[in-house]
């Protein structure tokens, strides 16, 4: 086999621009697939980041009126939707995967109710939360402290804010320690919360827009859990927020929680628990990228398969050419198999030779289109290895018919070859 390959290897060097010519089908084919893949893998992982975040893995399970998130602020308190209990929130954390959960209630403010002084928040998401949210959904901490036990226990009127309501009311000034009116109740700022993420993603559309900033867009308040009945109402059911350990697990862990906290509500109710599965919105998208990206893979292989007649019609050539080696090697007593296993080699060398070089040509490629288009590009080393491959395979099976007419050549016709 090593003396084959070494062969193969005098033999493509002494015809350098022939075989190159015959490895430009195998290049371009390869090259054009490891591009593609490329720029798909990288294209369903933004779609995945961007609905997802970098490594959040939450999930929201929030009541919902049929397709509709369900607002207690228009509709009241749903009948037969009772608050959370200790013992569901345990099922809730025994869930496989599940890494946190938090319980929190939640208000879309759209009337200017949130005062500083003069100044006003023309909207905003007021959260009644206690510190495993914090947790849970990937904030941290920025400035002042979180709540403590106290703070619930002697029902103390202070919350946090996030970046945005801070710049939005206090457009510089230090927060911690200042008082904030929310529906004529003074609140104590104690501390300023922020994304424990480096992840924005890119918004193409209005619809994008919305889903996947939602929350982020609107200034965040988030007061204590035990005041939250001074503003607003009393055993007013609360939505879950999950943690899990990993992306692959959250459709999963959001069904399971969905599952609990709806075996409490009557089956006809038309209020329900829903998880909002944004992986499965993802993989959805992603879906839809593939079925459109596969076309252009097929269309890649065609080059693929020119190359392949491109080396079969080449080593046809060079069995031609090399009639009176086959037949002096077949007159000293070289067997059939071992006339074909050199041929088969050279075709694999060959093809082999093409493969590394159209895949170090597709990086390449998807680099230069990333670069041109901003389409982010990742690549797949599976991919990789499976295009070296079936380039491999190729030039074996393109090389089956010469390598099988210098087998069979007759050693007497072959010497007298001119």
């Not at 998130?69 to 200790?86: A, F, H, N």
């Amino acid at each position: 086999m090593i003396e084959n390959i070494r062969l193969s290897f005098q033999g493509i060097w002494s015809h350098k621009m022939r075989s190159f010519l015959t490895m430009l089908g195998i290049i371009i084919g390869i090259a054009a697939i490891i591009s593609i893949v490329s720029t798909i893998k990288g294209t369903n992982e933004q779609i995945k980041n961007n609905l997802i975040g970098a490594g959040t893995n939450t999930v929201q399970v929030q009541l919902y009126s049929g397709d509709y998130e369900y607002e207690i602020l228009y509709s009241g308190i749903p009948e037969g939707v009772p608050v959370v209990s200790d013992e569901k929130m345990q099922e809730i954390e025994e869930i496989p995967d599940v890494v946190s959960a938090s319980l929190f209630t939640v208000r879309m403010d759209y009337n200017n109710s949130v005062y500083y002084g003069s100044k006003s928040l023309s909207s905003s998401r007021i959260y009644g939360t206690d510190n495993s949210y914090f947790s849970t959904n990937g904030l941290v901490l920025k400035k002042g402290r979180l709540f403590t036990e106290t703070d619930f226990t002697h029902y103390r009127p202070v919350l946090l804010i996030d970046t945005g309501a801070e710049e939005s009311l206090f457009e510089g000034e230090d927060p911690i320690g200042k008082t904030v009116e929310i529906g004529q109740v003074a609140f104590t700022v104690i501390g300023v919360v922020e994304d424990d993420s480096s992840f924005e993603p890119v918004i193409n559309s209005w619809e994008e827009y919305y889903t996947y900033y939602g929350s982020r867009t609107s200034a965040r308040i988030f007061i204590n859990r035990a005041v939250w009945p001074a503003l607003y109402t009393f055993d007013e059911p609360q939505n879950v927020c999950i943690r899990v350990s990993q992306t692959e697990s959250m459709t999963r862990a959001g069904a399971a929680a969905e599952d609990i906290l709806n075996a409490d509500i009557p089956s006809d109710s038309p209020v329900r628990y829903k998880a909002q599965d944004l992986l499965q919105q993802a993989e959805e998208l992603q879906n839809l990228s593939n079925a459109t990206n596969s076309q252009l893979i097929w269309i890649a292989s065609i080059s693929l398969l020119v190359g392949g007649i491109g080396v079969m019609n080449i080593m046809l050539v060079s069995v031609t050419e090399r009639t009176r080696e086959i037949g002096l090697k077949k007159a000293i007593g070289a067997p059939k198999r071992k006339i074909l296993w050199q041929f088969l080699t050279e075709a694999a060398v060959l093809t082999s030779i093409g493969g590394l070089v159209g895949v170090g040509a597709g990086i390449g490629l998807a680099e230069i289109i990333s670069r041109m288009t901003s389409a982010p590009v990742a690549v797949d080393i599976g991919a990789t290895i499976l295009a070296v491959a079936f380039s491999m395979v190729i030039g074996i099976v393109f090389g089956l018919l010469p390598s099988f007419k210098a087998a069979n050549l007759n050693p007497i016709d072959a010497l007298r070859h001119e």
